[in-house]
């Protein structure tokens, strides 16, 4: 990849960045697409760059913990990210289109892996605040507000049970034809919870000026809503 990851945090005045953090299956992919499209604004799932990592390293026979294997790989990884007609965001791998390939169970274990390497979270630090420099963004990941864009002007923790997250994967999964039992994902789940949020760098957890939004037993237009509410005080609080 070729980007210098040189430490600034700022988004550019004039572009809005709104970050939504939170544990795997929360909803936040749903609720930030929704967000972007009403808004107007670039949606960015940042968990997808670290699955495509994820995949790279898979296809490269590297573990999820081989951390020379990936610091020895990481250079090879060249991603586009590219936004099509069918509202996706595309991730183009060393000019593979992998949008589907990496949405697994394998390699939803494999991206939080990774994403505990320091190599990794550097390499992808800068891409992420290029989109957001140069333009309006909802970005959702597990350390936007505390890490990337430090200096988002909206920030959102979104959350829910364990329980109930993994109730959505599953019936996501089989939507898919995935034929998985609910305790293998329930268990998935909270391994996930565990790995990202105990990792040394960049854990997930709320940022200090964060709202909290538990959407357990809301539906999405609910949360859409009342992200859109947090989004509108916080305009008129800034003029
Ligand atoms: O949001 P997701 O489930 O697609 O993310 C996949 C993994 O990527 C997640 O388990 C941890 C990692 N990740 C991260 O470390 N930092 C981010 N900003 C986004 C995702």
């Keep these: 990849m070729n980007q210098t990851n040189e430490i600034q945090s700022a988004p550019a005045a004039e572009f809005i960045s709104v970050a939504i953090d939170g544990p795997a299956g929360a909803g936040k992919s749903t609720i930030a697409r929704r967000l972007a499209a ?3 604004y670039l949606y960015v799932d940042t968990g997808a ?3 495509t990592v994820g995949y790279h390293m898979k296809l490269m026979g590297i ?3 081989d ?3 990936i610091r020895r790989c990481i250079d090879d990884v060249n991603i586009e990210i590219s936004y099509q007609d069918d509202g996706l965001q595309h991730m183009i791998l060393n000019g593979q289109d992998v949008t589907e390939l990496i949405r697994s169970p394998e390699i939803s274990m494999m991206a939080s ?3 505990a390497q320091s190599c990794v979270r550097d390499y992808l630090l800068e891409m992420q605040r290029t989109l957001a420099r140069t333009h309006n963004v909802i970005m959702d990941g597990r350390d936007i507000g505390t890490v990337v ?3 988002a002007q909206v920030k959102i923790y979104l959350t829910a049970s364990a329980e109930i997250r993994a109730e959505r994967r599953y019936k996501e999964l089989l939507a898919k034809g995935e034929k998985l039992r609910y305790e293998e994902v329930y268990t998935d789940v ?4 565990e790995q990202d949020m105990n990792r040394p760098i960049a854990p997930l957890k709320c940022a200090k000026d964060a709202v909290v939004v538990d959407g357990s037993y809301m539906t999405v237009n609910q949360v859409v809503a009342e992200i859109k509410a947090i989004i509108r005080k ?5 003029g």
Excluded: M
């Design 149 to 151: 864009l430090p200096r």
């Design 67 to 69: 951390a020379d294997g």
């Design 38 to 40: 009403e808004l107007g």
């Design 63 to 65: 573990g999820a913990r």
């Design 49 to 51: 760059i670290y699955r």
């Design 234 to 238: 916080k305009a008129e609080a800034h």
């Design 113 to 115: 892996g990774v994403s």
């Design 190 to 193: 909270v391994k996930r919870d």
